[in-house]
Nanobody
Framework: DVQLQASGGGLVQTGGSLRLSCIVS????????IGWFRQAPGKEREGVSC????????HYADSVKGRFTISNNNAKNTVDLQMNNLKPEDTAVYYC????????????????????????WGQGTLVTVSS
């Protein structure tokens, strides 16, 4: 099995920054995709960003483009999400997840890998942006 642990959430003012980290452990064979998702109170879970291990390609939701940056930190076995210029609407519990299905990774564009297709999930970390 693979384990993921998200951290780095907290309380920040509008316009501030936070850096989330997703620690990935366990045996992974082949390529994988790490995704960040968020769920605000009363809303459905939505995809924020994802990154492919094979070529480092990334995808961002329109709502975070230009403000959030996802990156692989291979030395620490983490996938980080740098969040800048935070807005109150970014308030949510943020989750990281991993997709390891090799066929899916090869055939489906990053933008179309939905939350239901990810194999393992970490616990969430709460991000609160005050206005």
């Amino acid at each position: 099995d693979v384990q993921l642990q998200a951290s780095g959430g907290g309380l920040v003012q509008t316009g501030g920054s936070l850096r989330l980290s997703c620690i990935v452990s366990g045996r992974i064979f082949g390529d994988y995709v790490i995704g960040w998702f968020r769920q605000a109170p009363g809303k459905e879970r939505e995809g924020v960003s994802c990154i492919s291990s094979s070529d480092g390609s990334t995808h961002y939701a329109d709502s975070v483009k230009g403000r959030f940056t996802i990156s692989n930190n291979n030395a620490k076995n983490t996938v980080d999400l740098q969040m800048n210029n935070l807005k109150p609407e970014d308030t949510a519990v943020y989750y990281c997840a991993i997709e390891v299905n090799q066929n899916l990774i090869k055939e489906v564009p990053l933008s179309r890998i939905g939350a239901g297709q990810y194999d393992w999930w970490g616990q969430g970390t709460l991000v609160t942006v005050s206005s």
